[in-house]
């Protein structure tokens, strides 16, 4: 019998997928200061599984996610957030957005990647994934003339 994913914005999905991110090559490939100075409370780690929550979660803003993940004990629970009132702030998730950059998120990616491909049969000819990210955007389609 087949295992299925559980229904998108679920706390069920949310668990589901919690032992497939990279926690410890976040936390390598991103080092956020922790010595004396400018430094952040939050692992990489628990900044990435945040960005992730905007895709995982009806919440897809920055904004709406921080104001909502009060309320939401499994969201909290799947970004490693203890505290119920201590969470990052909409700069800090923009800061490490511009910290990791695209060349982090494809870094991640490979990552993630790699670990699909070597359970991928052998016996099998190819395998086709469709990385989106350098297509060009359709910018002047919706346009009023």
């Given at each position: ?18 032992a ?9 490939l ?55 009132f ?16 695209v ?23 190819a ?19």
């Open positions: 019998m087949r295992d299925e994913l559980a229904i998108t914005g679920s706390i069920s999905l949310l668990e589901q997928l919690t497939f991110v990279p926690d410890d090559f976040v936390n390598g991103v080092g956020l200061r922790r010595g004396p100075g400018r430094r952040s409370q939050w692992s990489a780690a628990q900044l990435y599984r945040l960005l992730l929550l905007t895709v995982l979660t009806p919440a897809h803003s920055s904004n709406l996610l921080l104001e909502l993940m009060k309320e939401q004990r499994g969201w909290r629970k799947f970004a490693r957030l203890q505290n119920r201590q969470v990052p702030v909409a700069s800090q998730l923009h800061d490490f957005r511009q910290l990791l950059g060349a982090g998120l494809r870094r991640i990616n490979e990552h993630l990647l790699r670990g699909l491909l070597d359970s991928f049969p052998g016996d099998r000819m395998i086709g994934l469709i990385d989106s990210t350098d297509l060009p955007a359709a910018t002047s389609s919706f346009k009023k003339n």
